[in-house]
């Protein structure tokens, strides 16, 4: 049976959110085609119509996590200010429901540990997708008035960043808790962003 190129790419598009979400969960070296391919009901003989390899497979899914980090964003910024904008992202950022899905959160505290493992076409589109992700966020910096917002969202995304990494890293709910807290209050002070709620 043949099918349709706008099915095909459906179909692609279902395999990327289920690597992606499998990858962010498990890392990409414990993750399997067939058990992705399943997860998207799907047979491992499919797999070859969209993908040359798992390497393939996986510098496509790294753009996929990213596509969806950048939507994130757009959906937390819409119908808000620039200073609101920035603040509700880093409440979601910060928050124990992004601490607890890895399976749909940001690539950047899922698999930065794994990066220096991965060849260089997966590294790449990593770091195109930490790029892209940055510069948005610079651009909210920018429009919120902040200056030198390109360091600045290096760095505040880098806090993010390594928050989310250390809260997951720690079993008691309540420490993993405070750090995301401490962190959400000492980037709205740093960004003037008003009382710290």
């Known amino acids: 049976m043949r099918y349709t190129a706008e099915h095909k790419q459906k179909t692609r598009e279902r395999v990327l959110k289920e690597a992606a979400s499998a990858i962010r969960m498990d890392g990409p070296d414990r993750v399997a085609v067939a058990g992705i391919m399943a997860r998207a009901g799907l047979t491992h003989g499919g797999f070859y119509a969209h993908f040359a390899s798992k390497d393939e497979l996986l510098v496509a899914a790294i753009g996929q996590m990213f596509s969806e980090a950048l939507a994130n ?3 937390v910024l819409k119908d808000r200010t620039p200073a609101e904008g ?7 950022y910060l928050s124990e429901l992004h601490r607890d899905r890895r399976d749909v959160g940001c690539p950047l505290p899922a698999m930065a540990a794994d990066l220096p493992r991965l060849g260089a076409p997966a590294r790449e589109a990593f770091e195109r997708g930490a790029a892209a992700l940055t510069s948005r966020i610079a651009a909210v910096l920018a429009d919120a ?15 993010m960043v390594g928050a989310v990494v250390l809260a997951r890293s720690i079993a008691d709910a309540a420490p993993s808790a405070a750090i995301l807290g401490a962190s959400r209050d000492s980037l709205k002070r740093r960004l003037h962003l008003g009382p710290v709620q």
């Open 86 to 92: 920035i603040a509700a992202y880093i409440d979601m």
């Open 73 to 75: 964003v757009e959906r």
């Open 145 to 159: 008035g902040e200056p030198d917002a390109g360091a600045l969202a290096v760095s505040v995304l880098s806090e």
